[in-house]
């Protein structure tokens, strides 16, 4: 455990340490988002602060990570790398989408071929089945880059991506920790302190953003640490106490915010007739700050749905399989636009209360200041 705690604060503190000297040099080699399109922020705000995450998670687990374990996590680290030296490239120089792609596949693939993390089966929805090691390697990959693109598709405002990825990272580095996998803990605790120190200049007004280098890293690690979640569960004791009953129901539970998101926005675009890839500002991030609230206000709202859909899944887990619960999941999200309208609507109302209020009390000054001058 003292492990553990020690790789979190040589990561947090490396983050912290790391994100504003990164910014520095961003700015003197000009590195900015640009304001306008589909962009919500309005000042030139430096990107790639993304590096200050790869640092602080890299140089913590290579300090804290015990050495008979690095040989079994070279594939994962060298898949990450790639991703991360395309996240710089694409954030310095934007890349061709289809660039993108191939390089995602090279690593999604030395991950799945090499580095032993792939879909093994069906699990708890069908255990007898065991996937053909073709279809395994191929399903595995497409997940891998699906997820990593679906979780780059919500770093549209301050502070999401970060809270988002740390939550997922940290309560499965708790869970691994329970289960004796030390290495994968070590890992995900690691992750989770960069992101925290991130967050701490980029919740709020933001001095700096993750950009591509941080978001498509984040991405991939979490999409394969979910594949090793499941695959680490599914060969765990029936009766050992931290067993999960229904883990593809968790796993899609504890990535829910991107998932939910992604496939709303896909399935808008297509309905419009357009390219599901066409980028706009329909997201579920974009309308609660286009209700008037501040970015710091919309990634919390967020995070504390998801804290509270992953609680319920894995305390449901207990009580249902995969199956009945994946049933449960995809039903709940018929609600999901209308609890969102509802919100909304109660956002938009908060404010235009608030404009009355102030309207009238101006209207009260103005009528005040008219009555005294009557009167001099």
């Known amino acids: 455990m003292l492990r553990i705690a020690l790789t979190f604060l040589t990561s947090?503190?490396?983050?912290?340490?790391a994100v504003p000297e990164v910014r520095k040099v961003i700015i003197k080699n000009n590195v900015f988002d640009l304001p306008g399109g589909r962009k919500v922020h309005t000042d030139l705000i430096p990107s790639m602060g993304g590096v200050g995450i790869f640092l602080a998670f890299f140089?913590?687990?290579?300090?804290?990570?015990?050495?008979?374990?690095?040989?079994?996590?070279?594939?994962?680290?060298?898949g990450l790398m790639l991703v991360f030296f395309m996240g710089v490239r694409d954030d310095m120089l934007a890349m061709s989408p289809r660039n993108k792609l191939i390089i995602q596949l090279m690593a999604a693939s030395t991950v799945v071929v090499f580095?032993?993390?792939?879909?093994?089966?069906?699990?708890?929805?069908?255990?007898?089945?065991?996937?053909?090691i073709g279809i395994s390697y191929a399903l595995s990959v497409f997940v891998i880059i699906a997820l990593t693109n679906a979780f780059n598709l919500i770093d549209g405002i301050n502070g999401l991506s970060g809270v988002i990825a740390a939550l997922i990272t940290f309560i499965l580095g708790i869970w691994f920790f329970l289960?004796?996998?030390?290495?994968?803990?070590?890992?995900?605790?690691a992750m989770a302190g960069g992101c925290i120190g991130f967050l701490y200049y980029n919740w709020g007004k933001a001095s700096i953003f993750m950009g591509d280098t941080g978001a498509l890293v984040l991405g991939f690690f979490i999409s394969s640490s979910l594949i090793l979640f499941v695959n680490v569960d599914h060969h765990l004791p029936s009766d050992h106490a931290y067993k999960i009953t229904a883990p593809i129901s968790c796993a899609i539970a504890l990535f829910i915010y991107p998932f939910i998101d992604t496939l709303r926005i896909f399935t808008i675009r297509i309905l419009n007739g357009r390219s599901p890839f066409s980028p706009d500002k329909?997201?579920?991030?974009?309308?609660?700050?286009?209700?008037?609230?501040?970015?710091?206000?919309?990634?919390?709202?967020i995070l504390v749905f998801n804290v509270v859909f992953i609680t319920s899944v894995f305390i449901t887990s207990f009580f249902m399989n995969d199956l009945m619960l994946l049933t449960c999941i995809f039903t709940s999200l018929y609600f999901v636009p209308l609890i969102l309208k509802l919100r909304v609507n109660y956002f938009r109302h908060h404010k235009e209360g608030k404009l009355l209020k102030l309207k009238a009390k101006k209207q009260r000054m103005t009528k005040s200041e008219f009555v005294v001058e009557r009167k001099a």
């Not at 050495?67 to 994962?76: A, H, P, R, V």
């Not at 580095?115 to 053909?132: A, F």
Request: proline share 4%; hydrophobic share 50%; with cysteine.
């Open 12 to 17: 947090l503190s490396i983050a912290l340490i």
């Open 179 to 189: 289960v004796g996998e030390q290495l994968y803990s070590i890992m995900m605790i």
């Open 115 to 132: 580095g032993d993390i792939h879909i093994e089966s069906l699990y708890t929805l069908y255990p007898d089945i065991q996937l053909p």
């Open 282 to 301: 329909k997201h579920i991030h974009h309308i609660l700050i286009r209700t008037g609230i501040t970015h710091a206000l919309a990634s919390t709202f």
């Open 59 to 78: 140089l913590s687990t290579c300090l804290w990570l015990p050495k008979e374990g690095m040989y079994d996590l070279n594939f994962l680290f060298f």
